[in-house]
């Protein structure tokens, strides 16, 4: 049978057992190496507050958030894009 990439769209080798995520899009359940992870700074305070705290000197945290997405949701949101057709494969 024909393959269309070489690694079945995943990353990484666990002889065939990927544990699941969760797409914190649309909850899709998919593999781990096939989820794109994105870490998203998340603000605890709005964003008029944030410059006011700034100019006074506080030290403001700002925990970074990491999320799963599956292939369409990131395709559709953008944050990956597709490659160009001669380097699909592989
Ligand atoms: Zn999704």
Redesign the pocket.
Known sequence: MPKKRRSGGKTGSRKGHYSQVQ??????M?PRSKAKAVTQRVSLVDGRMYAELKKTGTIIQTPSKKKY??I???VHSHQISQRNKDLRKG
Do not use: D, E, F, Q
Not at 23 to 28: E, I, L, V
């Open positions: 797409c914190s899009k649309c909850g899709r998919v997405y599956c369409s949701c990131a």
